[in-house]
Antibody, heavy 122, light 108 residues
């Protein structure tokens, strides 16, 4: 059974860097079969894709966030991480991590973490 | 960036009725890389449909997806009580994925 679990601070100060980690069990982040992604949802709002990372470490990001986002993978811990710099109140959201199955017919975000609320406030 | 516009914003229906949700893209979605998700309050989204029309594992056959190019539809043939939720579409056909703003299906 695949499980993803987000972890990290629930409160970040404006202008600082938000850092979250997603721990994967029941699957390997180093498998060439998968990509791993981050998605966020402001309170009462819709979903926003943040970015994805391949097992190789290659990444692609939402153009509107690209200058502030870094996604990385730690195969030794079977985790992948999100860093979002220079945060403002607009970055307050529930942050989800999720898995995509790669292949001829990719399956996007079939497994999700339960989400973690990150508030930006001084 | 491909903008996805979902309609209607809210759909008020009774159990047993048919629900038809629309997702329109501002430009053609590559290879019909269009997915649908269901989200209930306090929960993560659940994948229903991918590649425009393929049901995800464990999804009941009352859920179906159709469409190509810029126009896509999610149909729930007969609403069950557990189907009242918010539905999002996602395009993943290029390197800048985007979600629609969502359609809420509420009990009439």
């Amino acid at each position: 059974q695949v499980r993803l679990q987000e972890s990290g601070p629930g409160l970040v100060k404006p202008s600082e860097t938000l850092s979250l980690t997603c721990t994967v069990s029941g699957g390997s982040v180093s498998s060439s079969s998968y990509q791993w992604g981050w998605i966020r949802q402001p309170p009462g709002g819709g979903l926003e894709w943040i970015g994805n990372i391949y097992y190789s470490g290659n990444t692609y990001y939402n153009p509107s966030l690209k200058s502030r986002v870094t996604i990385s993978v730690d195969t030794s811990k079977n985790q992948f991480s999100l860093k979002l710099s220079a945060v403002t109140g607009a970055d307050t959201a529930v942050y989800f991590c999720a898995r995509q199955i790669d292949g001829y017919i990719p399956v996007p975000f079939d497994y999700w973490g339960q989400g973690t609320l990150v508030s930006v406030s001084s | 960036e491909i903008v996805l516009t979902q309609s209607p914003g809210t759909l008020s229906l009774s159990p047993g009725e048919r629900a038809t949700l629309s997702c329109r893209a501002s430009q053609s979605v590559t290879s019909s890389h269009l997915a649908w998700y269901q989200q209930k309050p306090g929960q993560a989204p659940r994948l229903l449909i991918y590649a425009a029309s393929r049901r995800a594992t464990g999804i009941p056959d009352r859920f179906s997806g159709s469409g190509s190019g810029t126009d896509f539809t999610l149909t729930i043939s007969r609403l069950e009580p557990e189907d009242f939720a918010v539905y999002f579409c996602l395009q993943y056909g290029n390197s800048a994925w985007t979600f629609g703003q969502g359609t809420k299906v509420e009990i009439k």
